[in-house]
Every structure is written in C-alpha cells, then in structure tokens.
C-alpha cells in the first residue's frame, strides 16, 4: 500500500474516531440534561446510558448519575485506547451496533418510530462511520506500526510546510533588464483580455518553480505531468484547454488517483473541479485574489474571488501542511503571472 493509499485509510480511521467521540460528548451532555430534568436532547448520542439514567432517575437509586456516565465511559474508553490499538474501533462498532438493536426494539416495543425517527437516522450516521473505520483499520493491518507513525507524523507536523514556505522566498521572476529581455511577457491581444490574453513563461522561471514545488504531494509540474491523469482531468472538468496555453501543474485532489477532481493551472487559466461538483474555469485576468478561511486537518477550501465580485471554491483534500503547500504554489504563482499585466 502506498503513502497516499495509507493517509486515506488514516483519514477515515481518524474520522470514525471523532464521531465515536462526539457520541461520548453528546450523551454525557444528554445524561446531565436528564439528571436536572431539562426537557432537551441532543442527538448523536448512544441510547443505552439515557434509558438507564431515565430507569435510575424513576428507581431513586442512588449513584444513579455515575452508572450512566460510566456506561458512556466505555466509548470513551474505546475512543482513547484505539488511538494505540486500533483493534478497539471494532469493539466500539459492536458496541454501539448493540445500543442501535436495543434502540429499535424499544422503538417497537412502545410504538414510537416518528419520535425517535432522527435518532435511527443518526445511529445509522455513526455506524457508517465507525464501519468505515473498522474497514480502515482492517486495511492498515497490512501496513508496518513504523510506516503507520511515520505517515501520522507526517500529518500532524507543519514541519514539510515550513520548508516549502522557505523554498518560496527563493522565487524571483526577473523583470527586464537593460538588453530588453523579459523573464514573463504577455501575449499581445486586441480582443477582449478574458478571451486571448496568455503568459509566456521562460525557462528561468519554470526551472524555478519546479525546485521550489516538485516536494508537494499529487502536485505535477510542466512535463512531469502523467499522461493518463491529464487526459482524465480534460475529460472531467477541462475540455476547453487550449493547445495555445502551457499547463504550469495539474493537482491531482482524488484518493484513487484518477485525477477526475483538482485542478490544473495554465498560463491562461485556473481549470478545477471539487467532488460531486461540476468544473469552473476561471481566467487569471479576472482573479482578484485568493485566500483560504482555515486549513483543515484532513481538508480546506481555497476560496477564489473573481473581479466580478463572485467566487470560486477550490477543494483540497490533504492534510494541513500539504493544503497550506498547495495553495501557497497556486497563489504564488498566480501573483506572479498577474503582476507582469
């Protein structure tokens, strides 16, 4: 198994691990709620410890409160242990497959599907996810504990972002000397600039941009760009690629590789497609800035505002430091193309 194949069985295990979390939370919060009679609930919450708490509460028994947040304990318990042993996400999904079959028999039992009708919806939430995880932690077994940290480490650290930032200083497009040479030139054009207007990128610039880049995960620069991938993408989302415009990288934003979602930044134009979505083309003429509200740990949007006042959402899929690497190419790049109108 690949690194890329391994980081996203890592995401869905750590996403199954974060709902089993909410699940802890939520019913912790719901117990206390019932404990001080407030008539309220929330959802993504076990149903077991609820029931005994409402069971005590109607016995007077006394440590009633501590029974029942003991027996959320062991998701807890279940949360904390599989970040160690994976093992324990399935222990978590047999669980909570036990607590949804109790919920539906007393749903039966007492004649109250249209009540608890949001409760079975998100029970069903949960053990998708936590299915998932088990899945994902079946699929990891294969790979080595030292591969496994290696990959989580690379994840969780901002060091690969730090050093790419400092390979960035390291871009300096040169501008016209005094033999009339220019490093970038712009395409001259009569017609409107959104149609015709294209940048000429020299090879000072484009060998440049391949040692500050080349280090980003499914980041394909010039002609390192795998034929297939490309192809894929023209068929996805960039049909109308011209033969005119050079293709600066192709970003490759899919788990198996297929490159059907990403994008691909030419001399001309942003091309990208987010999953499930149809693809935008946007001309670096009229891209008035780009910005990103929050890189996420497992994924960010890159936020495009065009001159017209709209914008463009652009998905990456990667971990922090790999999202903060990739837009740092596309807007550094893009600046640099735009600064040479």
Not at 128 to 153: C, S
Not at 243 to 255: A, P, Q
Not at 277 to 290: C, D, F, K, Q, R
């Amino acid at each position: 198994m690949d690194t890329t194949m391994i980081k996203a069985q890592a995401v869905k295990f750590n996403s199954a691990r974060n709902n089993l979390l909410a699940v802890v939370a939520f019913t912790a919060i719901n117990i206390f709620l019932l404990a001080f009679g407030v008539d309220l609930s929330f959802l993504f919450s076990a149903f077991v410890p609820q029931i005994l708490m409402a069971i005590i509460m109607e016995s007077s028994i006394p440590a009633g409160l501590v029974v029942a947040l003991l027996s959320t304990a062991v998701y807890l318990l279940c949360y904390a242990l599989s970040k160690r042993w994976r093992a324990f996400i399935l222990v978590a999904l047999i669980l909570f497959s036990i607590d949804a079959l109790i919920m539906l028999g007393f749903v039966l039992v007492v004649g109250a599907l249209g009540e608890f009708l949001f409760n079975i919806v998100f029970h069903a939430w949960i053990l998708f996810y936590l299915i998932k995880g088990t899945v994902a932690w079946v699929k990891l077994m294969r790979v080595t504990p030292e591969d496994f940290t290696a990959i989580q480490q690379e994840v969780a650290t901002d060091a690969q972002t730090e050093e790419l930032n400092s390979a960035l200083q390291t871009i300096t497009p040169p501008t016209s000397d005094t033999s009339g040479n220019e490093a970038i030139e712009t395409q001259p054009s009569n017609t409107p600039m959104e149609n015709n207007s294209m940048y000429v990128m020299d090879d000072f610039t484009k060998s440049k941009i391949i040692a500050s880049f080349n280090q980003i995960e499914k980041l394909y620069l010039f002609d390192n760009i795998p034929p297939q991938k490309l192809a894929n993408a023209k068929i996805s989302y960039a049909s109308t690629l011209g033969d005119d415009e050079t293709i600066i990288f192709l970003f490759d934003d899919t788990v198996r590789g297929s490159a059907n979602e990403g994008m691909i930044l030419t001399t001309k134009r942003l091309y990208s497609k987010n999953f499930g979505m149809s693809g935008n083309v946007a001309h670096i003429s009229n891209i008035n800035g780009l910005h990103v509200p929050k890189f996420g740990l497992v994924s960010s949007n890159v936020i495009v505002s065009m001159n017209a006042g709209s914008e463009i959402e652009v998905h990456i899929t990667q971990s922090k430091s790999q999202a903060e690497a990739v837009f740092n190419v596309l807007n550094e790049i893009i600046n640099m193309m735009k600064a040479t109108k």
